[in-house]
């Protein structure tokens, strides 16, 4: 019987995947159908029973969701037998019904176990799995004498071997015993100490963190390993230190680690650890995409871009940013716009860049919302539009984008799709300003300076 039942779409199976693999990789045992069907049953069968049995029903809501009725006939029934958890993964109002739940949203998500809402998302499941998975979500407390008991037990068996001499066997359980130490002195279960670490390093109790993360990593893990680096990086706990950062990375990187390759990449790329090699970034970036990872495949575009590490190859700037944008990589929908709008690796075309500028504010990213608003400002690619301009504004301006918000105080400023208000114009000039928007200084002096004229109200 799976734990987890995974509704999603079909266009949206690559998130799937990726969600099915974290939860797996932790413990859960997680059921999607692609792995789940057993070949020569019923489909319908297959799919029923794993969610009837499933303790907890996790729904992908998108675009391809909402129109899918498999979706929503499994959403609802996880809803009825109080076992729904509902994630957003695309900019999407959730169906009605379905509105009351507490949703995580995972429309940035690339796979990190510290990202808040992936916390969100395994307390949520914890809460409806309860202490039946104890691998996942409630461990018994480690036995730090069972490393002995096995030394004894091993020990036992080569003594009761025949013709076994005694020196050999003498020898081998010293080994033994010399490795269960090694292994009480290092910190015991390596999945338990990278569990721990993490919750130490969310809860910035870093000096904890360092220890637990520091032995989950020297026992092979390279997802420790990376916030080893993160954490000398940025004198978290430890004192700050780019070279010892890269050091980590590197570690992690050899070890498979997807974040730890792309951080190689953006390390190597910036001179920090190491002299700057963009070569070498570029291969750590490249291949941290070929495992799926969706940041790296748009850094491996951005160095195609602009020639960093090889030849400028705007074709494959572009093939890369695709491929990232299909892994879930927002802001690879910016950087397709752009490519389209300035015509570099295709011919310009303004329409395709408002459909990529699209693609990507529909995955949350402010730079994509930002542009797009623009075409609605100016009509370019699509029907001008000043209402929908000033929502794209204003979702850039919700996640802290300054030109977004800049642009949201010239809409208040000249009555664009909102009411003229010089008061909020000028208070978003000012943040935006505060934020280092050049254009945003010069148009907070003009609205102070027609608010000092303007007649007073009667």
Not at 171 to 177: H, Q
Not at 352 to 357: M, V
Not at 411 to 426: I, K, Q, S, T
Request: proline residues 3%; glycine residues 10%; contains cysteine.
């Amino acid at each position: 019987m799976a734990d987890i039942f995974i509704s999603y779409a079909r266009e949206d199976e690559i998130t799937a995947q990726r969600l099915r693999d974290v939860l797996a990789s932790q413990g859960w045992n997680v059921w999607r159908d692609k792995e789940g069907i057993v070949t020569g049953s019923s489909w319908g069968t297959s799919i029923e029973t794993a969610l009837r049995d499933a303790k907890c029903v996790v729904v992908l809501w998108s675009t391809p969701a909402l129109s899918s009725h498999f979706v929503r006939d499994e959403a609802e029934i996880g809803r009825n037998a109080n076992k729904l958890v509902p994630v957003q993964i695309g900019d999407v109002e959730l169906p009605i019904g379905f509105r009351g739940i507490q949703t995580a949203n995972l429309m940035h998500w690339q796979g990190e176990l510290d990202h808040p809402e992936y916390r969100k998302l395994v307390a949520a499941i914890a809460d409806r799995v309860g202490a039946g998975n104890a691998s996942a979500v409630v461990k018994p407390a480690a036995d730090p004498w069972a490393p002995l008991r096995r030394v004894r037990a091993m020990a036992q068996q080569f003594a009761a071997r025949p013709r076994f001499p005694y020196y050999a066997g003498g020898a081998a359980v010293a080994i033994l015993v010399l490795w269960a130490i090694s292994r009480l002195w290092s910190g015991g279960d390596p999945h338990d100490a990278l569990e721990q670490g993490l919750k130490n390093y969310l809860d910035s109790r870093y000096v904890e963190a360092e220890a637990q993360l520091r032995s989950a990593a020297q026992h092979g893990s390279g997802l420790a390993a990376y916030y080893m680096a993160a954490m000398y990086f940025y004198g978290n706990g430890v004192e700050q230190n780019d070279a010892k950062a890269l050091e980590w990375a590197f570690r992690g990187a050899k070890l498979g680690d997807v974040h730890s390759q792309n951080y190689v990449g953006y390390l190597l790329g910036n001179g920090r650890g190491a002299k700057q090699d963009d070569v070498q970034a570029l291969r750590w970036y490249m291949a941290a995409a070929d495992q799926g990872y969706g940041t790296a495949a748009s850094n491996v575009g951005l160095f195609y871009a602009n020639g960093r590490g090889t030849r400028a190859d705007p074709i494959k700037a572009v093939e890369y940013y695709r491929r990232a944008l299909d892994l879930g990589e927002a802001t690879a929908g910016n950087a397709l716009g752009d490519m389209y709008r300035l015509g570099r690796g295709v011919g310009v075309d303004i329409n395709r860049a408002a459909y990529w500028y699209k693609q990507g504010a529909d995955k949350g990213d402010a730079e994509s919302s930002t542009n797009l608003g623009n075409f609605y400002l100016n009509g370019q690619g699509v029907v001008a539009d000043d209402q929908r301009a000033a929502a794209l504004y204003r979702h850039a301006a919700d996640l802290n984008n300054a030109s977004g918000i800049n642009n949201l105080g010239y809409m208040y400023e000249n009555g664009r799709g909102v009411p003229v208000d010089l008061n909020m114009a000028m208070s978003l000039y000012k943040r935006a300003a505060d934020l280092g928007d050049r254009t945003a200084v010069s148009n907070l002096s003009r609205v102070q300076e027609r608010m000092r004229y303007q007649p007073p109200r009667r």
